[in-house]
């Protein structure tokens, strides 16, 4: 059991340790399978999932960079290691071979892009895990050639100073929809978080295996809330519960 009321680790350990009661609540884009379900049903332990807020998974780049505009289609073969170098982009590209970098080896970073694009469990040689994000922004802001994964509410919180800090350092490509016109390319910014225009979306879940209604079932109502997705919104990210109105201002 984990003496501190909070603790912070990577997905993969984060669900291991909810299916072995280690914990009772946990904020994850993971989403409980129909097996693991049954199985703690077989335990007599009932999962909810409550979808608090969406999230988005940005590609960010060195300052130096100019080709910060890349098709979907850019991206998926980078995961499939068919695109390697950045005159594949730009035939006058100076960058030379890419690299992509990510948080942790566990982290749900790596596994959404693994299932978006139908990968294994191997990535192409030119992908390194680091410890955190702040090693990922640290990587991009050291690497001209550079690729680096991040939530966007590490960059995205204009009133937190560390997440402006971060954002400051870097510049975050915008990318082409799947579906859309393969001209047009979306910044993960909250607009284009709601309607998904922006490729690399996901839900934020509060998943509880309470029994009883305790502390986790408390803080799930209060963040599915007004004043918890106010912060959501605050943050970055879009608030899943409460109604959104987009506004667009013409010059």
Known sequence: MHTSLLTFLPEKDLVSAFLKDSVKVVVSSWEPSEQQKQVLLGAQTIVRTTAVAYDAIALVLNKENMDSLLTYQNVSDLFKGKLTDWKEINS???????????DNEKSANIRYFKEQFDLGAQLPPNFYSVKSNEEVIDYVTKNKSAIGLVSINWIGNKQDSTSRSYSDKIKIAAISNKVLDPGSYFLPVQGSIYDKTYPFTRKVNLV??????????????????????RIVLKSGLVPATMPIRLIQLKK
């Open 208 to 229: 509880s295996r309470e029994s009883f209604r305790g502390l986790g079932s408390g803080f799930i109502s209060w963040f599915a809330a007004e004043q918890g997705q």
């Open 92 to 102: 006058t590209s100076k960058l030379g071979k890419m690299v992509a970098v990510f």
